[in-house]
């Protein structure tokens, strides 16, 4: 296989009036998917714009999918927007990717406007490229004439190495990274974790991710490869447990690949004992580390369910490894983020590039087909992340992850900390993830962020705890489980932590709170 289309044009044949994908603006079948993509495949073969990135800025739904892969029929790669970006970082992706168009909808028309884009704009359901302030066309890109020709030549000139997508990730300096994946990253992806989770045509997928993170190829890619089925879930409803399990079961969703303080936001609030997510066979959670007591509830709550920790940074297309849990933890264990998938390699490499025994603790690097093709126009940064294989004669890219873990005795890596949540304090190397960890566990407690603000050299700890839960009752138990150098300067009590657009604790957003607050 050299496409991912390729899943698509097989499935469409077995399930051509099968919804595809549905949300809150509507649903697409796989033949709908399928006649929208090609059209405006054929749009852009007739507007001469092949091989090139194309921005899809478009409300999240069934439709900015069928432009995604538009303009992978037209030969090009696309960048996906979104309108909740702010507009510092949409310019700072303008000015990093040169595009040659944008497709926008009727829900990013205003802010397209506002905000103006360096390039022709074509509204996704018109035809003809145009200024955004000219007038609207009327001809749809839905209804523009389908050229087999000219997409037969383009897939006829396609190989597995060309680029499918640039999506951007948050730079340690501020400046965005795009990381650049190919159709054979992806399908060597797909392939692997559809096993693990044992995807078919009986999947129904309920999708938490924005659309313009690569976590979304976890239920968009199978649902072309299986012809199962994915709902978009809407974004409030995360902010309501109950309503969120109530749609789960009202739209018999089976598959989750959650982000960890997603899941551990529906355990903490107490929702998994008040309505059961009964229709869930399987749950899958990565991207953070996920509260083994969050964990415990909810396998309680659905025993029946397969539980699944993944671990993989979006350098590397997604997931890398894996781990179906299978026994019960005690809360001050870690869940293992387990085994590579086929395919893949996993390094440990110590500060002067030897592999450390087992038990210690290394950088995590990953290597094989996972690897994406670097950072888009940013040699630098693709040379430093994306490096030779210390260990091998011959030419061996891995990628260095920036994540701490160890190999257990079970065979089973482990994770530990973010190089950049290792801080140095007091004279002790201290691991922000292990005060979390600690926090996270305490009576009452549903989340935690351990924050470090260098200037004024104070480790800052922000939760969020059920009623009546004491503040003093918090930091006796910090106090208890942690040493002197590692208590937290300040223990702070939201009733939220704030969320990055994927559903991660914002940790820049606390840091900055906490500065604003120190020096008011």
């Not at 001469?48 to 992978?72: L, N, Q, R």
């Not at 990274?177 to 399908?187: D, E, F, L, M, Q």
């Not at 450390?356 to 430093?384: K, V, W």
């Amino acid at each position: 296989m050299i496409n991912i289309l390729e899943y698509l044009e097989a499935t469409v044949t077995r399930f051509p009036d099968k919804p595809a994908f549905i949300g809150e603006r509507g649903a697409l079948t796989f033949k709908q998917l399928y006649d929208k993509a090609r059209a405006a495949g054929s749009f852009l073969s007739e507007r001469g714009i092949y091989k090139k990135p194309v921005a899809v800025f478009m409300e999240k739904g069934a439709d900015m999918v069928a432009a995604f892969f538009g303009a992978v029929y037209g030969g090009c790669y696309y960048v996906p927007l979104d309108a909740e970006m702010p507009v510092y970082r949409i310019k700072q992706i303008l000015e990093a990717v040169n595009l040659s168009l944008v497709i926008y909808d009727d829900f990013s028309q205003k802010l397209l406007s506002e905000r103006g884009f360096p390039c022709e704009a074509v509204h996704s359901a018109h035809i003809a490229a145009h200024p955004v302030n000219d007038a609207v066309h009327s001809a749809h890109i839905a209804g523009h004439p389908v050229n087999d020709a000219a997409l037969q030549t383009i897939r006829q000139n396609a190989i597995d190495t060309d680029p499918l997508y640039v999506v951007f990730t948050s730079g340690s300096t501020g400046i965005p990274k795009g990381v650049t994946a190919c159709h054979r990253s992806v399908i060597d992806y797909i392939e692997n974790l559809s096993e693990v989770l044992e995807v078919g045509a009986d999947t129904v997928f309920g999708n938490q991710s924005p659309l313009y993170l690569d976590a979304c190829l976890k239920e968009l890619i199978p649902t072309l490869k299986f012809g199962a089925c994915t709902y978009f879930i809407p974004k409030s409803l995360f902010m309501f447990p109950v309503k969120l399990i109530e749609y789960i079961n009202e739209h018999k969703i089976n598959t989750i690949c959650w982000v960890a303080s997603a899941l551990g936001l529906v355990a903490g609030l107490g929702a998994l004992n008040k309505i059961t997510p009964h229709t869930l066979r399987t749950v899958a959670f990565g991207s953070e580390v996920f509260a083994v007591k969050h964990l415990n509830q909810w396998r309680e709550a659905v025993p029946e369910a397969r539980f699944i920790h993944l671990y993989g940074p979006t350098e590397t297309t997604g997931m890398s490894l894996y781990y179906k849990v299978d026994r019960e933890f005690g809360e001050k264990e870690s869940v293992p983020i387990g085994r590579p998938f086929t395919n893949t390699g996993v390094l440990l490499l110590d500060e002067n590039g030897n592999a450390p025994p087992d038990g210690q603790t290394g950088e995590i690097c990953i290597r094989g087909t996972c690897l994406c093709l670097g950072y888009y126009n940013d040699p630098e940064r693709t040379s430093a992340a994306f490096v030779q294989n210390p260990r091998s004669p011959f030419a061996d890219p891995i990628y260095k992850t920036g994540d701490l873990g160890y190999r257990g005795a079970d065979g089973n890596y482990y994770f530990v900390a973010r190089k950049d949540h290792q801080i140095k304090h007091m004279g002790y190397r201290i691991e922000l993830t292990e005060i979390e960890w600690v926090a996270a566990r305490l009576p009452g407690v549903q989340m935690a962020c351990a924050v470090f603000d260098g200037e004024a050299s104070r480790i800052v700890l922000y939760y969020m705890a059920e009623e009546g839960t004491q503040k003093t009752a918090v930091q006796a138990g910090l106090k208890d489980e942690l040493p002197r150098y590692m208590q937290p300067h300040a223990v702070i009590a939201l009733d939220s932590l704030p969320q990055t657009p994927g559903g991660k604790i914002d940790r820049v957003k606390l840091l900055a709170m906490y500065k604003e607050e120190r020096k008011s």
